[in-house]
T-cell receptor
Framework: GNSVTQMEGPVTLSEEAFLTINCTYT??????LFWYVQYPGEGLQLLLK?????DKGSNKGFEATYRKETTSFHLEKGSVQVSDSAVYFC?????????????FGQGTRLTINP | SQTIHQWPATLVQPVGSPLSLECTVE??????LYWYRQAAGRGLQLLFY??????ISSEVPQNLSASRPQDRQFILSSKKLLLSDSGFYLC????????????FGPGTRLTVL
């Protein structure tokens, strides 16, 4: 079945550091790929998405490129802030019959120190 | 604009007691609705989804059930809670032209003692 593997956390960085959170997937067909962010005590917010190979999703300084050849969707940000501290989830869409279902990675907890 | 609500926000229940969590969506019609559970320090597990009133698909057999009595209302229930039911429960929806993108509610934190 479809699956998503994320870089294990927790990840701790200093403010203004470069961030990469790795995500690879296994899927039949051509799923859409997503990054969601969860701030403490809250639900998930869509951060960015890409719907086909070579698409780049971007939002709030974060970027991720859909790489079909390496089945990856790594999340990057050039200069992180304390406010980026959260748990980040990579996910893919499973376009079966009926409702679209999301398959999530385990999540990566990111802490940014001032 | 489309919004999603969940309540209660926090719940502490004894083992063996019943459960009812509610999720409602505003600003859209005929959404697809989803219930997820997030156990402490773990990822999200899809529990149920619904493509219409009265239509429920279960992903994982367990102590929980779901119902959709109205188009924009999704309820998660249990007759007798177990300790293992503790977790963070999230409702989500998709609708309209963005059927590949799910939007999540604020969640309900359930502690079973």
């Amino acid at each position: 079945g479809n699956s998503v593997t994320q870089m294990e956390g927790p990840v701790t960085l200093s403010e203004e550091a470069f961030l990469t959170i790795n995500c690879t997937y296994t899927a039949t067909g051509y799923p859409s790929l997503f990054w969601y962010v969860q701030y403490p005590g809250e639900g998930l917010q869509l951060l960015l998405k890409a719907t086909k190979a070579d698409d780049k999703g971007s939002n709030k300084g974060f970027e991720a490129t859909y790489r079909k050849e390496t089945t990856s969707f790594h999340l990057e940000k050039g200069s992180v802030q304390v406010s980026d501290s959260a748990v980040y989830f990579c996910a893919l869409s499973d376009r079966g019959q009926g409702a679209q279902k999301l398959v999530f990675g385990q999540g990566t907890r990111l802490t940014i120190n001032p | 604009s489309q919004t999603i609500h969940q309540w209660p926000a926090t719940l502490v229940q004894p083992v063996g007691s019943p459960l009812s969590l509610e999720c409602t969506v505003e600003g859209t019609s005929n959404p697809n609705l989803y219930w997820y559970r997030q156990a402490a320090g773990r990822g999200l597990q899809l529990l149920f989804y619904s493509v219409g009133i009265g239509q429920i698909s279960s992903e994982v057999p367990q102590n929980l059930s779901a119902s959709r009595p109205q188009d924009r209302q999704f309820i998660l229930s249990s007759k007798k809670l177990l300790l293992s039911d503790s977790g963070f429960y999230l409702c989500a929806f998709t609708s309209g032209s963005l059927l590949d993108t799910q939007y999540f509610g604020p969640g309900t934190r359930l502690t079973v003692l």
